[in-house]
């Protein structure tokens, strides 16, 4: 089965519009440097010389994977459900930056190993109780990958539906910075060595031992390595298959794709081999510094708005990188003209 997404190429008849608004406030010629550059994104990808920021919503997909029975994994597989409830609870790191910039967050259940009871801000949407070893045999049938790919746009149409125009894309799942680092080998070419890290705090040794489980995991399972839907069905997790839908379904929609660090981004890959034209609505927030990320970056030929050594997770490079964004808007919507400043124009 095929997976469509009506993603079209942003329109670049207001690039030139826009640079000359931008060149002709009360400023020296491109001395705000990127802030100009994503000004001029954001107004191409609304088609607008006035662009505004609805709504922002971060979508923080939980799963667990059948994988971290290998050890792969300093923490427990209990972690992720316990990240959850904090999450719920408003403990967490993304809650606190959340706040702070007026995001909305959504916690969405994709594939935990626990039952949850019902809350606000939680979406039960869980296909199954974690993937499976992917050492074993593939994590989950493709029936499942699709079943999630499909929730996760539905739930990305309902915030559209609701006034949002910009998504940032979180997650949650012990186990799935090994799921990522396979991904990203698979799809990008790039040794398997070096898309490994330490993840949750592995100690050197037990990142090696982690390589040769995850090598031995691709010798286990042949695949289409140009079929994206086999690559993540045999490898990813239920989250990783969510965020795609909800990335996919965001680009069609044309709304703002508020890319994070590591886990986030190996999804991408998979989203952008369904259709390349996805990274027109990309913004990247931040380099993660978790092992392999800079050569996801160096694959998409990304700038990242931040370089903080951050590497958590949850969407927090992008909800730190939000106001950002924002500036960038104020500034072609709000900045007076040197006309209207009555300043000599300079540079």
């Given amino acids: 089965m095929r997976i469509n997404f009506d993603i079209r190429p942003i329109s670049s008849h207001l690039a030139e519009p826009l640079q000359q608004k931008l060149d002709s406030g009360a400023k020296i010629v491109s001395s705000l440097g990127m802030l100009e550059e994503l000004a001029l994104k954001i107004g191409c990808i609304q088609n607008s010389l006035t662009p505004s920021l609805n709504k922002p919503t971060i979508l923080l997909f939980a799963g667990d994977h059948g994988i971290v029975e290998e050890g792969v994994s ?25 706040n702070q910039h007026n995001i909305d967050l959504k916690i969405i ?20 109780r974690g993937t499976r070893n992917f050492l074993i045999g593939p994590a989950m049938i493709q029936e499942q990958c699709i079943h999630a790919i499909a ?11 609701k006034g949002c125009n910009i998504v940032g ?21 790039v040794h398997l060595e070096k898309c490994v890290g330490k993840g949750g705090g592995l100690s050197e040794s037990s990142v090696e031992q982690k390589i040769e489980i995850l090598t031995q995991a691709i010798a286990n399972n042949p695949i ?15 989250e990783h298959a969510m965020i795609v839908g909800a990335m996919l379904k965001a680009a069609e929609l044309g709304m703002i794709l508020l890319i994070d660090g590591f886990i986030a981004a190996s999804a991408l890959m998979i989203a952008h081999k369904f259709n390349p034209n996805i990274l027109d609505y990309c913004i ?35 909800a730190v990188a939000y106001p950002i964004l924002k500036s960038a808007v104020n500034l072609l919507n709000e900045m007076a003209t040197f006309e209207q400043a009555k300043v000599i124009r300079v540079g």
């Fill in 151 to 161: 929730i996760a746009a539905d739930i990305t149409e309902n915030i559209h539906k």
């Fill in 224 to 238: 289409d390595k140009e079929d994206p839907l086999e690559i993540l069905s045999t490898f990813g997790g239920f």
């Fill in 109 to 128: 259940d994709a594939g935990v190993n626990y039952d949850f009871y019902s809350h606000p801000n939680l979406i039960k949407a869980k296909i199954a």
């Fill in 284 to 318: 990247f927030a931040h380099l993660s510094s978790e092992k392999g990320h800079d050569l996801m970056l160096k694959y998409f030929d990304a700038k990242p708005l931040l370089d903080l050594r951050m590497h958590l997770g949850e969407g927090t490079g992008a």
């Fill in 74 to 98: 300093p923490s427990p597989q209990e972690v992720t459900y316990q990240m959850v409830m904090n999450f719920l609870h408003g403990g967490a790191a993304i809650n606190v930056f959340t």
């Fill in 169 to 189: 894309f979180g997650e949650m799942g012990i186990g799935n910075t090994s799921a990522s680092s396979v991904l990203m080998n698979i799809i990008s070419g």
